[in-house]
């Protein structure tokens, strides 16, 4: 059987424009070339498509060049009237033909992907009466026997299935979340209430994840109404009691789309007013808006967006999907294709069962991490820890911070301290690493001890890179006793987890690490073993994107070449990704090295570039790619040899790196994960050997892997683990970077 192979192929964004958008047709238009194959851009969405000419435009390398950092679409989005009829859709269909495209590539919502559907499903019939018309030939129509459409979810309320993240919704709860911070931080100078409405009309993600990583009080999304009537009231409690513990201000979260069990909407407005005539409070609102779908893209919503865009036309180019609807999605951290509408069908189930008051199976729809954040959201927006049940005897356990700083460290160690607490346990803090337990440095926590932790990037509890040795661990041994620990929470990098490693090894001479011991993966390295993301990565990562998002600012007016150092040790990671939400034309990772000969080979490339018009080159060097080439050697060669054509500068980014805000990722993540550790912590206190384990994110799942397997997960030459997933993105990071000998010569 031959596979028929697709001809040209258009890119449209459609529906609500979301940051990401411009990545998804960079990484489109891009692929396509690398892969021969013509490719379209369709300006203003099916709007485009109906009118044909200039808004259906034949892309080159170059035409999506400096758009990864962009908010919205350069392509432009539109809604489209005409594209709802038939008539409108025949004439998109000669337009396309005119170009021989064959293949769409839609990015938009539900609304978007199903009127690509139908027009998929009429496209025949729509030739055929083309061909009637006199308006194509039958020869034409022939060629194109069917269309195939590969949809992208742009949308900002991560509201579709067959995806666990749509285009934009990264960067628009991270916008939520700084307003929000911003929001306690006046509210709480005036003890004053705030009534925060941000977007979502059938979906609460938005609302439900940025009160977690807020730490908001109280949170009203669609799908799960309050369960009582009466709910005015005990929201008010449950706030009143905040305000008695010492909080200083009041956030309450609203989705658009909130309402009550009877299906009557809770307006921010309507909240303001409880509040005011309930509590007496002084109490404002504020509609985020359209600051939800603004500004830069964060570097989450640039690499998936690219990665989601080669996939599509890779899906296409190789026909196994020709003339059929796909949806390309990203699930469990892999890039997956599932059939098109029954995602949609899947999404507008959600809103079905909402509207039919069904809010249990709302709930189930949603999937179980969804339910799971609302659970623990309704922890903590308690004022106090629930009464232990009676008889229950607490245990003592002790969180760490160890290692270099982390932003999310604190967020993580916030959630372990109240989660602990209102489980009726005792928490103990140890302060300044494993130094700290040496030194005896423990205290006991207390609800409020951790009060606006969430918030602060750097380790609340102190944090330091001492691994034991000999004494030490009589020492820390005597601690544990004295403080009758009960059980260890470690939030940190590489040397926590060899501590914890050695603690294991010492029970022998120790009986008392005879207790149950956790890690909790919090390094911007991303170099921790069975997890695929460390906390802190992402704010690192966030922190690089707009740092070198600024440098490339600075060299508009010059041809110039940046080599932008970043850290990671050993590990890539930051280097990679970062590379692929900026742009790098080359990235040099550790795991590679770099030799002469390959900088011979870049500096060529560069030269050429330049000389045929290029104005700005990046490289992103990891901070121990080779301990000879240095950056500063780089910088010096390429700039000796660049003559005229080009200067170059070197950006060192340092420790900015380490520091910063947490972002929204990083605090929900880590307090899955610290939730997730004391659950581990109290079960195994009960066993004989009482377990010791590492926890970690393997394709988007929580697992928990045993503490005696880490020698065999790990590269400790090089401190970081033996296999590593990220690697793999590589291959793309090239296609993006530079064009292929073949498109360089057609499309520059
Ligand atoms: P979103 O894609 O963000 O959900 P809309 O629902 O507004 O946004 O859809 C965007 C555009 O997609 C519409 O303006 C229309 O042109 C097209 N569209 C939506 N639904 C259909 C449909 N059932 N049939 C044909 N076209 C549709």
């Excluded at 109404?225 to 008695?244: A, F, T």
């Excluded at 865009?309 to 294709?337: C, K, P």
């Excluded at 199976?361 to 009676?390: I, N, Q, Y």
Aim: with cysteine.
């Amino acid at each position: 059987m031959s596979v028929h192979r697709p001809k040209n192929i258009g890119v449209l964004t459609s529906g609500g424009d979301a940051q990401g958008m411009n990545a998804a047709v960079r990484a489109v238009v891009r692929t396509a070339l690398d892969r021969d194959t013509d490719v379209y851009a369709i300006y203003e969405g099916y709007n485009g498509m109906v009118n044909g000419g200039a808004s259906i435009c034949k892309m080159t390398w170059d035409s999506v060049g400096g758009i990864l950092h962009k908010g919205g679409t350069i392509i432009g989005t539109a809604r489209s009237v005409e594209f709802r009829e038939r008539a409108g859709r025949l004439q998109a269909a000669r337009n396309l033909l005119e170009h021989d495209i064959d293949s769409l590539v839609i990015i938009g919502g539900d609304g978007s992907l199903t009127g690509a559907n139908t027009f998929r499903q009429e496209w025949s019939g729509l030739l055929e009466e083309l061909v009637e018309t006199g308006q194509v030939s039958r020869e034409m129509a022939d060629r194109h026997p069917n269309l195939t459409i590969a949809g992208l979810v742009g949308s900002i309320d991560n509201d579709m299935f067959g995806t666990d993240m749509t285009i934009g919704a990264d960067t628009a709860l991270q916008r939520i979340t700084e307003a929000i911070d911003a929001i306690s931080s006046t509210a709480a100078s005036h003890q004053r209430s705030f009534v925060v409405e941000v977007m979502g009309r059938h979906c609460g993600y938005l609302a439900l994840m940025s009160s977690l990583a807020t730490g908001a009080d109280w949170v009203l999304i669609p799908e799960s109404p309050p369960d009582v009537d009466n709910w005015e009231e005990k929201m008010c409690e449950i706030l009143q009691s905040g305000r008695e513990a010492g909080r200083r201000d009041t956030i309450v979260v609203v989705a658009e789309g909130a309402r009550d069990r009877n299906g009557n909407p809770i307006t921010s407005d309507y909240v303001k007013q409880v509040l005011e005539e309930r509590l007496g409070e002084d109490t404002r609102v504020t509609i985020l808006g359209h600051v939800q779908r603004g500004g830069a893209p964060s570097a989450f919503d640039r690499y998936m967006s690219t990665l989601l865009g080669y996939a599509a036309v890779d899906e296409i180019v190789s026909g196994r999907s020709n003339g059929e609807a796909f949806l390309i999605g990203m699930q469990n951290n892999q890039i997956t294709r599932s059939p098109l509408m029954e995602c949609v069908e899947k999404t507008r189930a959600v809103a079905k069962s909402i509207t039919a008051h069904n809010y249990d199976e709302a709930m189930d729809l949603r999937g179980s991490s969804f339910k799971e954040a609302f659970r623990t959201l309704r922890t903590f927006v308690r004022a106090l820890p629930h009464e232990p049940p009676s008889g229950q005897k607490p245990l003592r356990l002790a969180v760490i911070n160890a290692g270099g700083p982390a932003p999310g460290m604190n967020t993580a160690t916030r959630a372990a301290v109240r989660l602990g607490l209102d489980k009726g346990h005792i928490m103990l803090g140890i302060r300044n690493g494993f130094r700290g337990m040496i030194d005896g440095e423990i205290e006991e926590m207390h609800w409020m001890s951790v009060a606006g932790w969430t918030v602060s990037g750097g380790s609340e509890l102190g944090t330091n890179r001492k691994i034991p040795h000999g004494r030490d661990f009589y020492a820390m041994a005597r601690q544990i006793e004295q403080w009758d620990i009960q059980g260890l929470l470690m939030i940190g990098g590489w040397s926590g987890y060899q501590t914890a490693y050695e603690l294991l090894r010492e029970r022998e001479n120790f009986s008392a690490f005879n207790i149950p011991i956790i890690c909790l993966p919090a390094s911007i390295n991303n170099n921790l073993p069975g997890s695929d993301v460390s906390i802190g990565a992402d704010t690192a990562l966030n922190s690089i994107v707009e740092a070198v998002d600024k440098i490339k600012q600075s060299a508009v007016a010059s041809r110039r070449c940046f080599v932008v150092e970043v850290m990671g040790r050993h590990c890539g990671y930051l280097s990679l990704m970062s590379g692929l939400a900026t742009g790098a034309e080359r990235v040099y990772l550790p795991e590679e090295g770099v030799t002469l000969r390959e900088m011979q080979a870049d500096l060529e490339y560069m030269l050429r570039g330049f000389r045929s018009g290029k104005r700005l080159g990046l490289i992103i060097r990891n901070e121990a790619v080779n301990p000879v080439y240095t950056t500063s050697f780089m910088s010096a060669l390429f700039e000796e040899e660049g003559g005229d054509l080009f200067d170059v500068r070197q950006a060192i980014l340092g420790h900015m790196q380490q520091g910063g805000s947490p972002t929204s990722f990083d605090r929900i993540q880590g307090t899955r994960l610290a939730s997730k550790c004391i659950d581990f912590l109290i079960e195994e206190a009960h066993n004989d050997p009482p377990g010791a384990a590492f926890i970690g994110l393997q394709g988007g799942r929580v697992a928990i892997s045993n503490l005696e397997d880490m020698p065999r997960m790990m590269d400790y030459a090089n401190s970081r683990p033996k296999r590593q997933w990220w690697l793999d993105l590589r291959v793309i990071a090239k296609v993006m970077a530079q064009p292929a000998p073949h498109a360089d010569l057609d499309n520059h």
